[in-house]
């Protein structure tokens, strides 16, 4: 069974950082595309990171400069590095995997199968 289990939410300061981990179960992730999205009450989700099977990334460009995202693949492990947070970044964040569409590895990417419980991230000002 397929499940990606998040971790690392929490609230801090602006200017703050914090690390997300999303733990991939049942599938190796090393040949997906693995992506971060968030989501505020009455707005659209909204991509905000993704890495694919080569490790190529790419961002929304709201948070371009200040999140990194990686894998681990021993660890069969993503993580969302996020620095410089800012209140405008209050979410609750998800991570996602898609093994099926390589060209489609792009942060909004419609395309994601799989979905973790998501993990709240507050920023105070």
């Known amino acids: 069974q397929v499940r990606l289990v998040e971790s690392g939410g929490g609230s801090v300061q602006a200017g703050g950082s914090l690390r997300l981990s999303c733990a991939a179960q049942g599938f190796t992730a090393t040949s997906y595309c693995m992506g971060w999205f968030r989501r505020v009450p009455g707005k659209e989700r909204e991509g905000v990171a993704t890495?694919?099977?080569?490790?190529?990334?790419a961002y929304a460009d709201s948070v371009k400069g200040r999140f990194t995202i990686s894998k681990d693949n021993a660890e069969n492990t993503q993580y969302l590095q996020m620095n410089s947070l800012q209140p405008e970044d209050i979410a609750m964040y998800y991570c996602?995997?898609?093994?099926?569409?390589?060209?489609?590895?792009?942060?909004?990417?419609?395309?994601?199968?799989?979905w973790g419980q998501g993990t709240q991230v507050n920023v105070s000002s």
């Open positions: 890495i694919d099977s080569d490790g190529k990334t």
């Open positions: 996602a995997a898609e093994p099926g569409v390589p060209y489609a590895c792009y942060p909004g990417s419609p395309y994601f199968t799989y």
